[in-house]
């Protein structure tokens, strides 16, 4: 291990400008009374064109800071590398060869490193094994065949379903967590979603969802509406068609700082401790996704937050409150939400109880609606069967739909 402290210098001098850039919007550099309104207003939106345009000009500087000493000999920046330029071609998904799995993937960290650095000794007589080759379909026997979307399944295997679950979970989160106090149309996001996917499978693209990194980026380069999708879209095509070369001078460390920058200002330092002190149930799926995330990725992370956050909703959607007011001639029960079959038990057990009290018992149903299963239902009328039989008096208060369940499910 070692620091490549051109790198680090690197990082931190684009961390500077990135955040000197960030206040200048908000600062009152060069706006003065006696200044004409219209040169104020100039110098205004000079500056907050500057602070919008912070990331791309971290990019310019550090391209072409790296191409200058590349030039002059100094190779002491690890750049991005050679990125393969024009537009693709349009084919069917399982005839692009992007799909070859192996047990182990090795890259030469020294291609990338200056020629002065120490280098890593890499490991010897790594052997990898392809399960499936889809550019020249042959499988592991080494027997030819034509490549389909049954291979493609086949070599994705657990992927196909984890895939599509952490791609919609990750576009959906971040698509609330900028919404704001706005709706957010989840049927409308999947379709848009499903149809990318569709569409970029025809041209060999990545899995199509939202990024944190890239929403960060977005949010802070002063993007506020769906269309920012479109003018990425045209940038990325131009970068593919032309920049491509440019693109390879671009520092590692310069690209580093600018999503540790723009991803830090989404981080609620506050959260953590306001759910501790005042909602500390929510604190267990918050500290899944976030340990996850951090030690193993933040797709198991998301996937872990949300089924825990999914089973305390289940547990919190069961758990019965019930309700007694009992008084000299009667006693009432109220159960506060739906009776599903894990929260029946509760109430058979309060029925009972105060059965043996000997005094009238109203059961209220009205709170309940029509938000009650058939086991719980069956349950319900066979408790009160049994009441009425051991000489209880019972009265049900229900909605005309619960009544009905009721007497089907009785008779």
Known sequence: MFTALPDLAAGV??????????RLKDALLCER???????????????WLLSISGNCIVFILGCASAYALRESGHNILQITGEVEGGLPDFRNPWLIGLNTTSSEVLTDPTDAAPVN???PELPQNIETTTTFDIIKGKNDSGETSTPNAIHVIKSLDIGVIMLPLVSLLQHLAIAKFYAGSRTVDA??????????????????????????SRSAVNNS?????????????????????????ALAFIPRSVLSAVIIFCMIFTIDIKLPFFLAKNKNIDLIPYMATFILGIFHSVEVGLLAGTLV????????G??????????????????????????????????????????PVILDLTSVLTDVDFTSSKILVATLAAMEKSGSKVAVVADFNVRRILKKVSA
């Open 187 to 212: 049927s409308q996001e999947m379709a848009a979603l499903g149809l990318s996917q569709i569409l970029g499978s025809f041209i060999g693209s990545f899995p199509v969802t939202a990024s944190f």
């Open 221 to 245: 380069s002063g993007v506020r509406t769906p269309f920012g999708g479109v003018i990425t879209g045209l940038i990325i095509l131009l970068a593919c068609a032309v920049l491509s070369p």
């Open 318 to 359: 069961t758990r019965l409150s019930i309700k007694t007011t009992e008084n000299e001639e009667y006693i009432v029960i109220r159960p506060n939400k739906g009776l599903f079959y894990p929260a029946i038990e509760d109430l058979r057990s309060c029925l009972n109880s105060h059965a043996e009290t000997g005094k």
């Open 309 to 316: 956050h999914s089973l305390i909703v289940v547990y919190l």
């Open 13 to 22: 001098i684009s961390l500077i400008i990135l955040t000197v850039l960030r």
């Open 33 to 47: 009374k006696e200044i004409r309104p219209k040169v104020n207003k100039i110098l205004k939106k000079t500056k």
């Open 117 to 119: 650095w120490p280098r």
